[in-house]
């Protein structure tokens, strides 16, 4: 069971948390990985691409010449795909990319980025969130403190107006519930900062 430092927003110890082995020391599985994160993208593809058929085309429906004793090819529409400005053959059309995935599949992959990011160092546990303002300037500070990159996964239970206020206009810091954290969200960001209360929530729930 690893034993995780807990830090206040000045990056000073003041205690330690207890996580489960089955959530935060699971073996990495890359290919399941790979699959939450491909379940994630194609959910949030918008699928509006489209191409005009003949039928959506600008031009007249008329029959160019008439069909026989021209010995030209014959041709029912200036709208037909083998012509220029003609309509798309089998083109792409809109459509939902999104897909079922197992949901022990995606806790699984939710495992092992937690388990990656505390392996790699990733992954820090702070006591909590408790902002005296919602400055934003503030709170930059405080990441700071916690050697927090640019790119930082903040995940909280209940409502923190502070918090919320503070993160909201920094570049790449982004504010989630625990219950909406994808294993896409875990990867996407260099740097996970969870409380501790959190913590331990994932560590009771992903068992």
Do not use: C
């Not at 959530?23 to 379940?39: D, G, K, S, T």
């Not at 954290?181 to 409380?195: C, T």
């Amino acid at each position: 069971m690893p034993k995780v430092d807990v830090v206040d927003l000045d990056n000073t110890v003041v205690g330690k948390v207890d996580l489960a082995d089955e959530v935060f020391a699971a073996p990495v599985n890359e290919a399941l990985l790979y699959e939450a994160v491909r379940h994630y993208r194609a959910g949030v593809r918008r699928g509006t691409h489209k191409t005009k058929v003949r039928g959506k085309v600008a031009g007249s429906g008329r029959k160019l010449w008439k069909q026989k004793g021209t010995g030209r090819a014959r041709i029912g529409s200036i709208r037909s795909p083998l012509w220029r400005h003609g309509g798309t053959v089998h083109g792409p059309q809109p459509r939902d990319y999104s897909y079922h995935l197992p949901k022990k599949m995606l806790l699984g992959a939710l495992r092992s980025a937690l388990s990656a990011k505390l392996r790699d160092g990733e992954l820090t546990v702070v006591k909590g969130f408790d902002l005296e303002s919602g400055k934003t300037k503030d709170f930059r500070r405080a990441l700071d403190r916690l050697g927090a990159a640019r790119s930082v996964l903040l995940v909280s239970n209940g409502e923190n107006l502070n918090l919320e206020r503070s993160s909201r206009n920094l570049e790449g810091v982004q504010l989630l519930p625990s219950r909406q954290v994808h294993p896409y969200h875990l990867l996407e960001h260099q740097r996970v900062i969870l409380s501790q209360a959190t913590a331990v929530k994932l560590s009771e729930s992903l068992r």
